[in-house]
């Protein structure tokens, strides 16, 4: 089993930034890809963006590109996210999740989840 902690979120305007970051215990970190989904009240869960192991290659989706950056420090265990330019729309429990395949867009490809922090983004 690996566990995962998110920490990070918070309350921000409009406009501001805040820096999510989630560490991991178990098996290896450097093993799993890790992505980030996210999910507001009464809504699906949503992909955000992933990283392969190594941090070579990331993916974002298309609403947060440009804004958000997704990287990664094996030797800490450690996966973080960079959200820039924040919307209301981003309102959400942001979660990270490891993935032992390819940091695929599907939540249904990862194994290990978060337990989740809370981001409120205000006008």
């Known amino acids: 089993q690996v566990q995962l902690v998110e920490s990070g979120g918070g309350l921000v305007q409009a406009g501001g930034s805040l820096r999510l970051s989630c560490t991991a215990s178990g098996r290896t970190f450097s093993s799993y890809a890790m992505g980030w989904f996210r999910q507001a009240p009464g809504k699906e869960r949503e992909f955000v963006a992933s990283i392969h192991r190594s941090g070579g290659s990331t993916y974002y989706a298309d609403s947060v590109t440009g804004r958000f950056t997704i990287s990664r420090d094996n030797a800490k265990n450690t996966v973080y996210l960079q959200m820039n330019s924040l919307k209301p729309e981003d309102t959400a429990v942001y979660y990270c999740?490891?993935?032992?395949?390819?940091?695929?867009?599907?939540?249904?490809?990862?194994?290990?989840w978060g337990q989740g922090t809370q981001v409120t983004v205000s006008s």
């Open positions: 999740a490891a993935d032992r395949g390819l940091a695929s867009r599907l939540d249904i490809h990862y194994d290990y």
